[in-house]
C-alpha cells in the first residue's frame, strides 16, 4: 500500500507556508516530519486529511488519484490532532464500543493495564498523558491504512511513551505511519525516514546533527 | 433545543419546531464548530464528514418535529 503525495502548496493570504511539498508513505514506514512550530507540519497533514483546503494538493493511493475530500469517507487515512478530540463527557468505556464493534479489538483496548485503571473515568476528568495515550491507543487500533500522528507523545510519561513505540512499531506490517513531535529523540527511536520542514520544503534528515544543521536544534 | 425552546415561548410550537428542523440545524452546526472544533475528528475518524453529519441530523430532527409537531396541533386545537 502506497500514499503518494505531491505539489502540495499552501499559502495564509500571501504568506506562503509551504510550496511544491512532496511525501511518499507506505506499508512498513513511519516517515517522521520534524520543523519548528508554525511551519506548517499540522497544516501539511490536514490537507491529507482533506480537512483543510491546499491551494494545490495531488494524491496518489496506490497509484490512483484520489481527491483529499475522499479520504475520510473512504476511511484511508486516521489522524490523531494535536488538540484532544475525544467528547469531554463520556466515559472511557462509552467511547471504546463507539469506535468498534468487534468484541476482539474492544479487549485489546478494555484490557490494556493503562486503560484498565481508568475506564470508569469521564474524558474530561482525564491527566493529559492519560487522555493522549487513549487516544493514540484508539486510532491505532482503526482499520485505516495508514495513520497520521500530531504529537502523539505530547505530555506522556516515560512509561507510556515506551508503551506506544511498542505499539507503533507492532503495527507496521499492516499500516503506514506519519509522525510530527518536538520529542526528537523518541521519534528517531522508531522512525524509518526522516524529513524536515524547513523554509517551506521538506528535507531529508538521517541523523540529529541534521536537525542542528537546519537550526531546528542548537549545535 | 435552548433556542428553539425560546423561539416557543415567543411564538408558538409549529414555528418552533420549524425553527428546529431549518434554522436549529445551523445554529447547532455553528455553535459546535466554535465551542468543539476539534472534536469533528471523532467524527471524522470514523469516516463522517461533515456534510453526511448534517444530513443525518437534519433528519433525526425531522423525525422528532413532524409528530411533536402533530401532537402540539392536536393538544392546540383540543384545548
Same mark, same amino acid.
Given at each position: 500500500m502506497e500514499l503518494a503525495i505531491?505539489?502540495? $502548496?499552501?499559502? @495564509?493570504?500571501?504568506?506562503?507556508? %509551504?510550496?511544491?511539498?512532496?511525501? $511518499? +508513505?507506505?506499508?512498513?514506514?513511519?516517515?517522521a516530519i520534524f520543523g519548528r512550530n508554525g511551519c506548517g507540519k499540522s497544516t501539511l497533514l490536514k490537507m491529507i486529511f482533506g480537512k483543510m483546503k491546499g491551494n494545490s494538493i495531488n494524491?496518489?493511493?496506490?497509484?490512483?488519484?484520489?481527491?483529499?475530500?475522499?479520504?475520510?469517507? *473512504?476511511?484511508?487515512?486516521s489522524y490523531l490532532p494535536q488538540e484532544s478530540f475525544l467528547p469531554k463527557n463520556l466515559k472511557v468505556r462509552d467511547i471504546?464500543? =463507539?469506535?468498534?464493534? *468487534?468484541?476482539?479489538?474492544?479487549?485489546?483496548? %478494555?484490557?490494556?493495564? @493503562? =486503560?484498565?485503571?481508568?475506564?470508569? $473515568?469521564?474524558?474530561?476528568k482525564l491527566s493529559l498523558g492519560e487522555l493522549r495515550y487513549f487516544e493514540v491507543l484508539l486510532i491505532a487500533q482503526m482499520d485505516h491504512q %495508514?495513520?497520521? +500522528?500530531? *504529537?502523539? @507523545?505530547?505530555?506522556?510519561?516515560?512509561?507510556?511513551?515506551?508503551?506506544?513505540?511498542? +505499539?507503533?512499531?507492532?503495527?507496521?506490517?499492516?499500516?503506514?505511519?506519519?509522525? $510530527?513531535?518536538?520529542?526528537y529523540n523518541d521519534v528517531f527511536e522508531i522512525s524509518t525516514n526522516n524529513k524536515l520542514m524547513h523554509d517551506g520544503k521538506l528535507y531529508n534528515i538521517d541523523t540529529v546533527n541534521d536537525l542542528k544543521d537546519f537550526g531546528y536544534l542548537r549545535k | 433545543?435552548?433556542?428553539?425552546?425560546?423561539?416557543?415561548?415567543? !411564538?408558538?410550537?409549529?414555528?418552533?419546531?420549524?425553527?428546529?428542523?431549518?434554522?436549529?440545524?445551523?445554529?447547532?452546526?455553528? !455553535?459546535?464548530?466554535?465551542l468543539h472544533k476539534s472534536k469533528w475528528y471523532f467524527?471524522?475518524?470514523?469516516?463522517?464528514?461533515?456534510?453526511?453529519?448534517?444530513?443525518? !441530523?437534519?433528519?433525526?430532527?425531522l423525525l422528532v418535529a413532524i409528530p411533536l409537531a402533530f401532537v402540539a396541533t392536536v393538544l392546540y386545537i383540543l384545548f
Open positions: 505531491s505539489n502540495a $502548496t499552501k499559502f @495564509f493570504g500571501k504568506k506562503s507556508i %509551504f510550496k511544491d511539498v512532496s511525501l $511518499t +508513505l507506505k506499508t512498513g514506514e513511519i516517515v494524491i496518489l493511493y496506490n497509484n490512483e488519484v484520489i481527491k483529499p475530500s475522499e479520504i475520510i469517507k *473512504e476511511q484511508i487515512v471504546i464500543p =463507539i469506535y468498534f464493534s *468487534e468484541e476482539k479489538k474492544q479487549d485489546r483496548i %478494555f484490557y490494556d493495564p @493503562f =486503560i484498565a485503571k481508568i475506564s470508569n $473515568t469521564v474524558t474530561g %495508514f495513520m497520521m +500522528l500530531d *504529537e502523539p @507523545f505530547s505530555m506522556l510519561e516515560p512509561i507510556y511513551k515506551d508503551k506506544v513505540k511498542e +505499539l507503533l512499531i507492532s503495527l507496521l506490517d499492516f499500516k503506514g505511519i506519519i509522525i $510530527t513531535d518536538h520529542y | 433545543m435552548a433556542f428553539t425552546a425560546v423561539c416557543a415561548s415567543f !411564538s408558538n410550537i409549529i414555528w418552533a419546531m420549524l425553527v428546529f428542523v431549518f434554522l436549529g440545524i445551523f445554529i447547532g452546526f455553528w !455553535s459546535f464548530q466554535i467524527y471524522h475518524n470514523l469516516g463522517l464528514t461533515k456534510l453526511k453529519l448534517f444530513k443525518t !441530523s437534519f433528519f433525526i430532527n
